[in-house]
């Protein structure tokens, strides 16, 4: 059986993604600008900060605000610390020892290991998936009253026509997912102002126990 540090060669000279590593620019640290640098790093940003904005995040926080106002608050802080921290510690696996976290799985965990943790992977992403499509399914009805089935169809379309843009190159894909997410948060800016919330009762669900 090879050692630990075989297994680590091995599994950095397999890349993930191999289409796509390395495929974004990032200037010279010393040569560019601020902004060059924002703009080189904002597409892995928005790709990673799109989990927060799919429809299912948004279905599951309505209801969870119409029942408990303010309450659940601290909550939602505490998750999103968490995901930040996960999320610091993928970045410092992938800066420090050139592997993604399946890489890391299959250098140090046992076989069979790997496998249960494949399929607890896969019944999480499936669980996730569907609250996005049923989210989104349910949204296209509340617009433009499209059957709940055709808007579950329509939103597995539209995915595949996202995956097609990979053939131009990741950086069409994040020009797309950045422009998506600049359009929700704007639309929800307008909504939260519209709902003219209390700034007291906010401050008082963040600091709840």
Same mark, same amino acid.
């Given at each position: ?21 390395? %495929? +974004?620019?990032?200037? =010279?640290?010393?040569?560019?600008? $601020?902004? &060059? ?5 904002? @597409?892995?940003? !928005? ?26 608050? %601290? +909550?939602?802080?505490? =998750?999103?610390?968490?995901?930040? $921290?996960? &999320? ?5 696996? @992938?800066?420090? !020892? ?46 433009? @009253? ?64």
């Amino acid at each position: 059986m090879a050692r630990p540090d075989e297994r680590l060669t091995v599994q950095r000279e397999k890349r993930s993604l191999d289409d796509i590593n390395r %495929s +974004v620019q990032v200037p =010279s640290v010393y040569e560019s600008s $601020f902004f &060059q640098k924002f703009l080189a790093y904002s @597409g892995p940003g !928005a790709l990673v900060a799109v989990g927060y904005m799919d429809p299912g995040n948004w279905l599951t926080a309505l209801e969870g605000g119409s029942r408990y106002h303010y309450a659940l608050l %601290s +909550v939602l802080l505490m =998750s999103i610390l968490v995901a930040m $921290f996960m &999320q610091t510690l993928a970045i410092k696996l @992938g800066v420090v !020892a050139r592997l993604d976290l399946a890489q890391a799985i299959a250098a140090f965990i046992p076989h069979w290991s790997r496998i249960c943790l494949w399929l607890i992977n896969e019944a999480a992403m499936m669980a996730t998936d569907m609250t996005g499509v049923v989210g989104t399914a349910i949204a296209l009805k509340l617009l433009f @009253g499209l059957p709940l089935m055709w808007g579950m169809l329509l939103t597995i379309a539209d995915v595949l026509v996202v995956l097609l843009f990979l053939r131009f190159g990741i950086r069409r894909i994040e020009l797309i997912v950045l422009v998506s997410i600049l359009t929700v948060g704007i639309i929800f800016g307008i909504e939260v102002a519209r709902a003219d919330p209390s700034i007291g009762g906010i401050a008082g669900g963040f600091l709840a126990h």
